[in-house]
């Protein structure tokens, strides 16, 4: 699968009208397969979507991208960084993008158990600055729905946030 294919584009569309991130991890990782470019791509703008979620990108978020990064990608901590500065940056581009695009190919290249870790890893970056907005919680909803995923896996992933969650807080 190419890094195109993932992102989808139509004949009219262009990599710069779409995003530009998996451009940019080709030049990054010239030395990393395809398949694990994608999976980077897709998981990487994944958190940076949660981490926007808000539209602010707080210290502890991009620590707890980076730390999620090191989990999935056998890339060294100048890589990570880059990926991450790569997906920050280019976060306008990857929310406007549907959730399916992400979810197809990290559908077919991870284990279930792998996706419910991304589950996690995506509600532990929205539970960064300590709330879990209800916007938050739908966005990996909708991941969760994309990857395949049965709602009870959801709401394990969700649990692991439990005290974090807006919906349950007292204004």
Same mark, same amino acid.
Not at 6 to 10: D, E, I, R
Not at 19 to 25: E, I, N, R, V, Y
Not at 111 to 121: F, M, N, T
């Given at each position: 699968?190419?890094?195109w294919d993932?992102?989808?584009?139509?004949k009219t569309?262009?990599p710069?009208?779409i995003?530009?991130?998996?451009?940019?991890?080709t030049?990054?990782?010239p030395d990393v397969d395809?398949?694990?470019?994608?999976?980077?791509?897709?998981i990487?703008g994944?958190?940076?979507?949660?981490?926007n979620?808000?539209?602010k990108?707080?210290?502890?978020?991009?620590?707890?991208?980076?730390?999620?990064?090191k989990?999935?990608?056998?890339?060294s901590?100048?890589?990570?960084?880059?990926?991450?500065?790569?997906?920050l940056t280019?976060?306008a581009?990857l929310?406007? +993008? %549907?959730v &399916?695009? =992400?979810?197809g @190919?990290?559908?077919?290249?991870l /284990?279930?158990?792998?996706?419910?870790?991304?589950?996690?890893?995506l509600f532990?970056i929205?539970?960064?600055d300590d709330e879990?907005?209800i916007?938050?919680?739908?966005?990996?909803?909708?991941v969760?729905h994309?990857?395949? +995923? %049965?709602? &009870?896996? =959801?709401?394990a @992933?969700?649990?692991?946030v439990l /005290?974090h969650l807006?919906i349950?807080?007292?204004d």
């Open positions: 699968m190419s890094l993932f992102l989808k584009l139509g569309s262009t710069e009208s995003a530009s991130l998996p451009q940019k991890l030049e990054l990782l395809e398949e694990t470019r994608v999976k980077i791509a897709a990487s994944l958190l940076a979507c949660v981490a979620a808000d539209f990108v707080t210290k502890s978020e991009i620590e707890d991208i980076k730390t999620s990064l989990q999935w990608c056998k890339l901590d100048d890589q990570i960084k880059a990926v991450t500065e790569v997906a280019e976060v581009a929310a406007s +993008l %549907d &399916h695009q =992400y979810t @190919a990290l559908d077919s290249l /284990s279930d158990e792998e996706k419910v870790g991304v589950l996690e890893a532990h929205a539970a960064s879990v907005s916007d938050e919680s739908e966005f990996i909803r909708h969760g994309g990857l395949r +995923l %049965d709602h &009870h896996e =959801y709401v @992933a969700r649990a692991t /005290s807006k349950l807080k007292k």
